[in-house]
Antibody
Framework: QVQLVQSGAEVKKPGSSVKISCKAS????????ISWVRQVSGQGLEWMGG????????NYTQKFQGRVTIVADASTSTAYMELRSLRSEDTAVYYC????????????????WGQGTLVTVSS | EIVLTQSPGTLSLSPGERATLSCKAS???????LAWYQQKPGQAPRLLIY???NRATGIPDRFRGSGSGTDFTLTVSRLQPEDFAVYYC?????????FGGGTKVEIK
C-alpha cells in the first residue's frame, strides 16, 4: 500500500501563504487522484479539492477557489497544496489523501492518508 | 452540495455492546457511493467501508455498513477497546465530496 508523508508543522502570519508537500512512496503516483482534506481542531473533515495527475486536472471547492492551488510533480511523486491569504480560521490540520480508485476521472474515497500537517495562523 | 448529518453526536457504550451510527444525506447518494472512516486522536482517518457496505482491506467483520439512498448505517457488532473513536461518513456520488460531522463512540 502507498505511504504518504507530509511536510512538517507551520506557523504563519495572517495574510501570508503556506505550501505543504505530500510525498508518495509505493504504487503508481500519477494514476491516482490526490485530495486535500482539512480538520479544524475538534471539528470534522472538510474536502478542499484535489488533483488527478494522470489527467492533469484539478478541482477546488468553491470555498477555497481562488485561494488554493494544488499541483503534482510526478518526477518526485509529490503533491503540493498552497493556501494563500491565510486567516486565523485556517488554523487546522491539513491531510493529503489518495483515492482508492485509479485511472478514473472522479474523486472517490480514500484508502491512504498522510500523517497530517498542523498549520497555525497567528499574529 | 450533499449535506451529511450524523447522529448521535456522541454514543456512550461499554465494550462488547453494539454501536449503531446513522448518516443521513440531504439528497440521494448516487450509486450508494458512501464511505465510513474511523479516526482516533492524533491520527489520520482510516477507511472502514466503501460503497455503503463493502469492508476495506483488513477491516474486521464486526464492522458492517448498510443503507441506500439517503439513509446509511454503520454497525459495530461487539465493541472492542480499540473501536472507541470518532466515525465519519463521506459521500462521493457527486463531484463535490462531503463528510458528515462525525459520531464519537466513547466508553461508558
Amino acid at each position: 500500500q502507498v505511504q504518504l508523508v507530509q511536510s512538517g508543522a507551520e506557523v504563519k502570519k495572517p495574510g501570508s501563504s503556506v505550501k505543504i508537500s505530500c510525498k508518495a512512496s509505493g504504487g503508481s503516483f500519477s494514476s491516482y487522484a490526490i485530495s486535500w482534506v482539512r480538520q479544524v481542531s475538534g471539528q470534522g473533515l472538510e474536502w478542499m479539492g484535489g488533483i488527478m495527475p494522470i489527467f492533469g486536472t484539478t478541482n477546488y471547492t468553491q470555498k477555497f477557489q481562488g485561494r488554493v492551488t494544488i499541483v503534482a510533480d510526478a518526477s518526485t511523486s509529490t503533491a503540493y497544496m498552497e493556501l494563500r491569504s491565510l486567516r486565523s480560521e485556517d488554523t487546522a490540520v491539513y491531510y493529503c489523501a489518495r483515492d482508492a480508485l485509479g485511472y478514473i476521472n472522479t474523486y472517490n474515497y480514500f484508502n491512504s492518508w498522510g500523517q497530517g500537517t498542523l498549520v497555525t495562523v497567528s499574529s | 452540495e450533499i449535506v451529511l448529518t450524523q447522529s448521535p453526536g456522541t454514543l456512550s457504550l461499554s465494550p462488547g455492546e453494539r454501536a449503531t451510527l446513522s448518516c443521513k444525506a440531504s439528497q440521494s447518494v448516487s450509486s450508494n457511493y458512501l464511505a465510513w472512516y474511523q479516526q482516533k486522536p492524533g491520527q489520520a482517518p482510516r477507511l472502514l467501508i466503501y460503497g455503503a457496505s463493502n469492508r476495506a482491506t483488513g477491516i474486521p467483520d464486526r464492522f458492517r455498513g448498510s443503507g441506500s439512498g439517503t439513509d446509511f448505517t454503520l454497525t459495530v457488532s461487539r465493541l472492542q477497546p480499540e473501536d472507541f473513536a470518532v466515525y465519519y461518513c463521506q459521500q462521493y456520488g457527486t463531484s463535490l465530496l462531503t463528510f458528515g460531522g462525525g459520531t464519537k463512540v466513547e466508553i461508558k
